[in-house]
């Protein structure tokens, strides 16, 4: 089992930049990558960036450019920086690890912005 807890959601304005945070626990060394996805109001849940075990990345069209995916393994923790943020990113961003042990999921973090 492995948990994960996101952190760093708010309101920002247009043009102005953000960031995440997600921290893993429990069986971490099983995870083969992390990921960020988010969900905007009526629309389904959409992939934004991964970061593979080996540190790889690879990012949406849409974000690519002006998010950045990273990780302190020695934290145990992924960050999404997010920069030139516009209105369509608002959404509740969700944490995603896929490990040995099975597809995990953090509660969340709103994301907001507007001016």
């Known amino acids: 089992q492995v948990q994960l807890v996101e952190s760093g959601g708010g309101l920002v304005q247009p043009g102005g930049s953000l960031g995440l945070s997600c921290a893993a626990s429990?069986?971490?060394?099983?995870?083969?990558?992390m990921d960020w996805y988010r969900q905007a109001p009526g629309k389904q849940r959409e992939w934004v960036a991964t970061i593979t075990r080996g540190g790889s990345t690879n990012y949406a069209n849409s974000v690519k450019g002006r998010f950045t995916i990273s990780r302190d393994t020695a934290k145990n923790t992924v960050y999404l920086q997010m920069n030139s943020l516009k209105p369509e990113d608002t959404a509740v961003y969700y944490c995603?690890?896929?490990?040995?042990?099975?597809?995990?999921w953090g509660q969340g973090t709103q994301v907001t912005v507007s001016s």
């Open positions: 429990g069986n971490i060394f099983s995870i083969y990558a």
């Open positions: 995603n690890c896929v490990a040995g042990s099975g597809n995990y």
